[in-house]
């Protein structure tokens, strides 16, 4: 740990702003990508745009690298210092600022939790759409970083579709405003840069969100298959029936297990998957809509399609897709969740193909997923605590990744590269596109001091082999 910087975040901060003690800087180890662990020296919790400025001024004096970090429920190890690293947490920059009925935007600071934004604004009938299985716990800065998407993103667009500007810290230091308030803004997108750009840029401490009515009416029906095929195959039939559901997720047999033992909603434990779709919009259209939707699940052998008669069924539907995840928990040790993207045409013959890869490594899989979008979470279940489960779900991971990437997909829908994914990112990407990347980050990032270590190729090895003294620069790379 850096003595004169730690003496100057002292005096920046309150004393309960900056955390040293080991035990509390434990906490900080990991995201929800837990497969790899690193504690930061130190972790700083600002509370002003002021305050995380001079932090970044005092890191750029002593040349140490720091990162942003929000409820740390990142899926590709974004938030995971490395050696050296300050990490900024933006929790407690968690306020509403003000809230534009008439031009329907919310200004909020990074920190503030996804859903509290849609909560704070029902009651004039709308919300922010995008809507991650973590919404009651990631942070608006963690879900412009990360490009957040959810299953309502099929219909109504990831965050980058509905953030219309940011406060952002640069690299070095300064408090930039970056986008506006109105449509239709000329000059570069830089807005849309910094979404998904993983925190490697510099720091958001504000955005302005757009916000999004909330639907007239809606219709929630759940298609219980007994094969896998039969229920992808319906996923592009409802598709090509021209509807563009709000939501057309998949919750296969593992999950519904953990779900029942969990919850005891009542879903049944003999399918090998179900279907929740939900279409929303005018009342007027949504009869036809769902007879469509129905049609295609049938045309795909469906067993049965019901439909949530009020609120309180609808709300068990989406219990079992928002709370699944977490309920394997009941099951396993230890998961991770891949998040690859594969064209919809190609669902049922990749999900056959991934259950096969995982139990030749003799593991479960369990799949959750924006079905509409093509973005698969196979879900591998191991336990940490043995070194040949992770080399299996690792070397099983690998496969499922190639395998995407084989039938023409992409590397990741929503969680990121992060430290997961970056030595994938040259099988993805030719050189000309990395090299467009780099000279992109070099040109936000030139000292290479925001989040190191992550995203580009190459650069988590050091980190891996060496982890006594880690070296955590890109510069190799350029
Ligand atoms: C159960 C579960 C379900 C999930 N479901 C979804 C889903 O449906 N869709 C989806 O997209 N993701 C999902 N995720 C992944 C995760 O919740 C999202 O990536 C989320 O956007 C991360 O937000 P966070 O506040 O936790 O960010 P963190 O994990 O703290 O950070 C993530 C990355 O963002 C950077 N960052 C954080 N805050 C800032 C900031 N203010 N400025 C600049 N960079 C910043 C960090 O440096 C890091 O690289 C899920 C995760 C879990 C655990």
């Known amino acids: 740990m850096n003595a004169e910087l730690l003496n100057e975040l002292t005096a920046l901060l309150p004393k309960d702003g900056i955390l040293t003690n080991p035990a509390e800087r434990l906490v900080y180890d990991c995201d929800a990508y837990t497969v790899e662990k690193s504690p930061p020296d130190i972790v700083v919790l600002p509370t002003t745009t002021a305050e995380v400025s001079a932090i970044v001024k005092a890191c750029n004096r002593h040349d140490t690298p720091f990162l942003a970090r929000g409820a740390g429920t990142g899926l590709s190890g974004g938030a995971i210092a490395l050696a050296d690293t300050v990490v900024i947490c933006l929790s407690r920059m968690n306020r509403i600022l003000g809230v534009d009925a008439h031009n329907r935007t919310a200004r909020v600071q990074a920190g503030v939790v996804n859903n509290a ?32 998407g959810g299953p309502h993103t099929l219909k109504y667009g990831v965050t980058t579709h509905n953030t219309l500007a940011v406060q952002f810290v640069t690299s070095d230091g300064e408090i930039v405003e970056i986008g506006s308030d109105v449509e239709g803004l000329p000059g570069y997108d830089l807005v849309s840069l910094i979404c998904g750009s993983e925190g490697t840029f510099g720091i958001v401490t504000e955005a302005t969100v757009r916000l999004t009515p909330l639907p007239q009416s809606w219709r929630t029906l759940l298609a219980v298959f007994n094969t896998l095929d039969d229920a992808t195959n319906a996923v592009s039939a409802i598709i090509n029936e021209g509807v563009i559901p709000a939501a057309l997720e998949m919750i296969d047999a593992t999950v519904l297990e953990s779900v029942e033992a969990a919850y005891n909603l009542g879903f049944p434990l003999d399918a090998a998957a179900v279907l929740l779709v939900e279409i929303d919009g005018l009342d007027a259209g949504l009869d036809a809509a769902e007879a469509k939707c129905r049609a295609a699940c049938q045309r795909h ?105 084989k039938m023409g997909g992409s590397l990741t829908g929503e969680h990121g590269i992060g430290l997961e994914k970056q030595d994938y990112m040259a099988l993805m990407f030719g050189e000309d596109d990395l090299d467009m990347m780099i000279r992109v980050h070099k040109a936000l990032d030139p000292d290479d001091l925001v989040n190191p270590g992550k995203f580009f190729p190459g650069s988590k090895k050091e980190f891996r082999e060496t982890p006594e003294s880690i070296t955590p620069r890109r510069t190799a790379l350029v």
């Open 301 to 405: 052998h469906a067993r049965s399609v019901e439909s949530a008669r009020d609120e309180e069924e609808r709300d068990a539907l989406w219990t079992a897709r928002r709370k699944g995840v977490g309920t394997l928990g009941r099951i396993a040790r230890s998961m991770v969740t891949q998040d690859c993207v594969i064209p919809r045409s190609r669902l049922p013959e990749v999900l056959r193909e991934i259950g096969a890869i995982v139990s030749r490594y003799g593991l479960r899989v369990a799949n959750i997923f924006h079905a509409g979008d093509g973005n698969l979470h196979p879900i591998i279940l191991f336990d940490e605590r043995v070194p040949d489960e992770v080399e299996r779900m690792t070397a099983a991971n690998h496969e499922i990744v190639t395998l995407c990437l």
């Open 117 to 148: 934004v849609s909560r704070q604004v029902a009651s004039l009938n709308l919300h922010f759409a995008p809507d991650p299985g973590s919404q009651t716990s990631s942070t608006i800065g963690g879900n412009i970083a990360e490009n957040a």
